[in-house]
T-cell receptor, first 110, second 114 residues
Framework: RKEVEQDPGPFNVPEGATVAFNCTYS??????FFWYRQDCRKEPKLLMS???SGNEDGRFTAQLNRASQYISLLIRDSKLSDSATYLC???????????FGSGTKLNVKP | NAGVTQTPKFQVLKTGQSMTLQCAQD?????MYWYRQDPGMGLRLIYY???????DKGEVPNGYNVSRLNKREFSLRLESAAPSQTSVYFC?????????????FGSGTRLTVV
């Protein structure tokens, strides 16, 4: 079983739509959670951290559900520029070891 | 611009050849990392250096060596390249603790071993 699992997609949505991705993790002792964005043939870039109480950054909302061991990312009012692969990242027991999901691909269409 | 610089951006090697991937950061970060990214696998940690003078194995260290030359530079060496090492390699750095700040990645090295 992978430490972090994501639906690879692609999620194809029209501009203006709301879309949500989930990511499940295997270790209940996981401590830190992030969403990264990766454009085609580019490096990953930090989108947002995920806090226990949930957090919002503009059109993006991240949630953590420790009981069910998943995190989610909600994107409202999708833009063409949101098209990318979204990577879920989880860290536990060793502050230097982060586990990456294989990513969920989002295509926002006109 | 401040950030993480990797060289080269592209490389083709023959099986058995050796090469060193270079990485430098100018953000005064203590921790540096080498990851590889393969389709459907996510990024996997090869080696990391929590601070200058220290290095540790990650999830997939076999076939690689690293050197933390100074606080800025962290190199990855393939002593005898194999086709299984065909991948995209990313160097990253972070503040400590990385849980609070996340990583800054370099633009990657696309390596093909034939």
């Amino acid at each position: 079983r992978k430490e972090v699992e994501q639906d690879p997609g692609p999620f194809n949505v029209p501009e203006g739509a709301t879309v949500a991705f989930n990511c499940t993790y295997s270790n209940s002792a996981s401590q830190s959670f992030f969403w990264y964005r990766q454009d085609c043939r580019k490096e990953p870039k930090l989108l947002m951290s995920v806090y226990s109480s949930g957090n919002e950054d503009g059109r993006f909302t991240a949630q953590l559900n420790r009981a069910s061991q998943y995190i989610s990312l909600l994107i409202r009012d999708s833009k063409l520029s949101d098209s990318a692969t979204y990577l879920c990242v989880v860290n536990w027991y060793n502050f230097n070891k982060f586990y990456f999901g294989s990513g969920t691909k989002l295509n926002v269409k006109p | 611009n401040a950030g993480v610089t990797q060289t080269p951006k592209f490389q083709v090697l023959k099986t058995g050849q050796s090469m060193t991937l270079q990485c430098a950061q100018d953000m005064n970060h203590n921790s540096m990392y080498w990851y590889r990214q393969d389709p459907g696998m996510g990024l996997r940690l090869i080696y990391y250096s929590a601070s200058e003078g220290t290095t540790d194995k990650g999830e997939v260290p076999n076939g690689y060596n690293v050197s933390r030359l100074n606080k800025r530079e962290f190199s990855l060496r393939l002593e005898s390249a194999a086709p299984s090492q065909t991948s995209v390699y990313f160097c990253a750095s972070s503040e400590v603790p990385p849980q609070s700040y996340g990583y800054t990645f370099g633009s990657g090295t696309r390596l093909t071993v034939v």
